[in-house]
T-cell receptor, first 116, second 114 residues
Framework: AQTVTQSQPEMSVQEAETVTLSCTYDTSESDYYLFWYKQPPSRQMILVIRQEAYKQQNATENRFSVNFQKAAKSFSLKISDSQLGDAAMYFCAYRSPGAGSYQLTFGKGTKLSVIP | GAGVSQSPSNKVTEKGKDVELRCDPISGHTALYWYRQSLGQGLEFLIYFQGNSAPDKSGLPSDRFSAERTGGSVSTLTIQRTQQEDSAVYLC????????????FGEGSRLTVL
């Protein structure tokens, strides 16, 4: 079974600065999908960014980018120019490929605070 | 609606009572998931529905938990004889069941069992 580990329960960053959230996972599969979800106080999980394991290029979405190290099974999220609205819980998630592999396995999350 | 809708938003109940939580997925999404989020924990998979196939109930923690999905759309999660350890946020999500499988979540139902 796959496991996802987020080793930082809490992080803080100054507004406009850059922060990196860590995620490692354990799998024996060669192809899979990785996601970062954001959960603000409204509780609704929102997809931030996703990465397909067969793609070597790191995914980027505006101020959000990932550092995907497949051999190390590491998938960190970098938030640049942090904004107050970035304060939230961030969850890393793993999904196996294929139509029958529908579950996302989540880490326990990192609570990000943004200091004005 | 435009997004996944869940009700009630908050529910306080007494130990031993039954509760029902409702999820209305995004129109056209064939897959529907229930997750449980306990305080300070990640998301725990509960159950998955895909079209008319038999649901995957492998994540349900006990036989007090059950769920159904009517007409391939609305789903109800039922917890019988609630216990204090059932207190959590119950999140529903829906998706097209194809790669890469982005899930769209509702705002969850916060259940408090006194």
């Amino acid at each position: 079974a796959q496991t996802v580990t987020q080793s930082q329960p809490e992080m803080s960053v100054q507004e406009a600065e850059t922060v990196t959230l860590s995620c490692t996972y354990d799998t024996s599969e060669s192809d899979y999908y990785l996601f970062w979800y954001k959960q603000p106080p409204s509780r609704q999980m929102i997809l931030v960014i996703r990465q397909e394991a067969y793609k070597q290029q790191n995914a980027t979405e505006n101020r959000f980018s990932v550092n995907f190290q497949k051999a190390a099974k590491s998938f960190s999220l970098k938030i640049s120019d942090s904004q107050l609205g970035d304060a939230a819980m961030y969850f890393c998630a793993y999904r196996s490929p294929g139509a029958g592999s529908y579950q996302l396995t989540f880490g326990k999350g990192t609570k990000l605070s943004v200091i004005p | 609606g435009a997004g996944v809708s869940q009700s009630p938003s908050n529910k306080v109940t007494e130990k031993g009572k039954d509760v029902e939580l409702r999820c209305d997925p995004i129109s056209g999404h064939t897959a529907l998931y229930w997750y449980r989020q306990s305080l300070g924990q990640g998301l725990e998979f509960l159950i998955y529905f895909q079209g008319n196939s038999a649901p995957d109930k492998s994540g349900l923690p006990s036989d007090r938990f059950s769920a159904e999905r009517t007409g391939g759309s609305v789903s109800t999660l039922t917890i019988q004889r609630t216990q204090q350890e059932d207190s959590a946020v119950y999140l529903c999500a829906s998706s097209y069941n194809r790669a890469p499988g982005e899930l769209f979540f509702g705002e969850g139902s916060r259940l408090t069992v006194l």
